[in-house]
């Protein structure tokens, strides 16, 4: 276990009041990795997070900090530093002294801190504002003195809680980078807590898509944004389309789903253990793979009637409906998608034998209360 920076095994939280916020969650960290737990709100993310810190005591499982059960430890006692939302800075001291707080508590030796503070402080680009106080600060630089002070201990983990929540659109790309490039130059490992896909995708190593109390999917960005395993996944992030049907038959490694009057071709992942016969399902088929017009060297086929298009750089995506209540998106370069269609109009929709991939689906919280 010692080449793991942070594991959790079986991992749970009840609340006292009965609320299950996390389940059975398990994860492998490597160190240096940037790892960011990605779900809409309430999810369990914080909580996680918070039982990681030592902040919040698991119910049952086990957790690890460099190879060490640190399970029944305080947070003192752990190799961890947290960063949260809310900055919560000491208003009435300076950059500098903020940074150095800890260190001072630690009783380090007054010129060996000094150093430190000042290598952290340009660490982050605040080497000029260092004797400003917190309210003559902006709010990106007020979080990069937060992230100071979280890294001055130099702990093995940094556990960041929705650190770019609370800035504005444009700050958040700026710091984004920013968070990133820190990140590699220490080779500490971070720990992200974020509903944002952008922030998870674009900064971790490592994705973590939690719903309603479970792992939905552990992977690369590029991993869960082209292989998205569950329906949840599927349909949180990305680019993708749902469809759903009956498995029909099985040809080695390709089901056959039937779907109102249309029968696909869909692939069996490598991760899903075995498929039933009979059984409804959901698979996905992203929506760069889907092509407008008929083309004999696809396997897979469908009528579509034009809804509205949607523009995003020099993508161009039309948005069709299929059979009675399934709504496609085909994601298309401009140059590609030339046709200008009206309201209603017809179309032939294709894909490739190997785009159509069937979908586990994992069950939270709620659907597990229900069947009991
Ligand atoms: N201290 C608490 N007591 C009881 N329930 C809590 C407490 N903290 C969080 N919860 C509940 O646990 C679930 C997960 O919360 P949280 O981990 O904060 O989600 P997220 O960070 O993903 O938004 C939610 O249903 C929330 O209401
Ligand atoms: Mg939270």
């Known amino acids: 276990m010692a080449e ?42 914080t909580t996680t997070l918070r039982m990681i810190g030592g902040l919040e005591e698991a119910t049952s499982g086990r957790i690890y900090i460099a190879g060490q059960d640190v399970t029944d430890l305080p947070p003192s006692h752990r190799d961890t530093a947290m960063m949260f939302q809310s900055f919560a800075l000491f208003p009435h001291r300076t950059v500098l002294q903020n940074v150095e ?13 000094a150093r430190r ?17 917190p309210h003559d600060l902006s709010g990106g630089q007020q979080q990069r003195v ?3 002070r979280a890294l001055i201990g130099r702990p093995t983990v ?3 809680d929705e650190p770019l929540g609370a800035l504005d659109f444009n700050l958040r790309q700026t710091m984004m980078v920013e968070l990133k490039k820190i990140q590699r130059e220490l080779g500490i490992t971070f720990i992200m807590v974020t509903h944002s896909q952008q922030e998870a995708l674009s900064m971790a190593d490592k994705v ?13 960005s590029r991993e869960i944004h082209e292989h998205p395993r569950t329906k949840f996944v599927a349909e949180f992030i990305g680019n993708n389309n749902l469809l759903k049907g009956t498995i029909k038959s099985r040809s080695g490694s390709v089901v056959f789903v039937e ?51 949607e ?35 017809k179309e032939t929709i294709c894909w490739p034998a190997d785009a159509g991939v069937l979908l586990e689906t994992v069950t939270g919280v709620a659907e597990r209360a229900e069947a009991e």
Not at 18 to 41: K, T, Y
Not at 101 to 113: A, I, N, P, T, Y
Not at 120 to 128: K, S
Not at 273 to 287: D, L, Q
């Open 158 to 160: 940094l556990l960041l």
């Open 311 to 345: 523009f995003m750089g020099s993508l161009e995506t039309n948005v069709f409906e299929v059979g009675s209540d399934t709504i496609v998106h085909v994601e298309q370069h401009r140059s590609v998608a030339d046709h200008v269609y009206q309201m209603g109009e």
């Open 101 to 113: 707080f800890s260190l001072k508590m630690k009783g380090m030796e007054k010129v060996e801190r």
């Open 4 to 45: 793991h920076d942070v594991v959790l095994e079986h991992v749970d939280k009840t609340f006292p009041g009965g609320v299950r916020a996390v389940i059975d969650f398990n994860a492998e960290i490597e160190h240096g990795e940037f790892v960011a737990m990605l779900g809409p709100s309430g999810c369990g993310k």
């Open 146 to 148: 937060a992230l100071a």
């Open 117 to 133: 503070v000042w290598e952290m402080v340009e660490m982050v680009g605040l080497g000029e504002l260092a004797h400003r106080r």
């Open 208 to 220: 973590i898509v939690m719903s309603d109390a479970v792992i939905q999917q552990t992977g690369t």
């Open 259 to 309: 779907s109102e009057d249309n029968l696909f071709y869909v692939r069996i992942p490598e991760t899903m253990p075995h498929v039933e016969i009979g059984k409804e399902t959901y698979f996905s088929v992203r929506a760069d793979l889907m092509h407008t017009g008929d083309h004999p060297d696809m396997a897979n086929r469908v009528e579509g009637s034009y809804v509205t298009t």
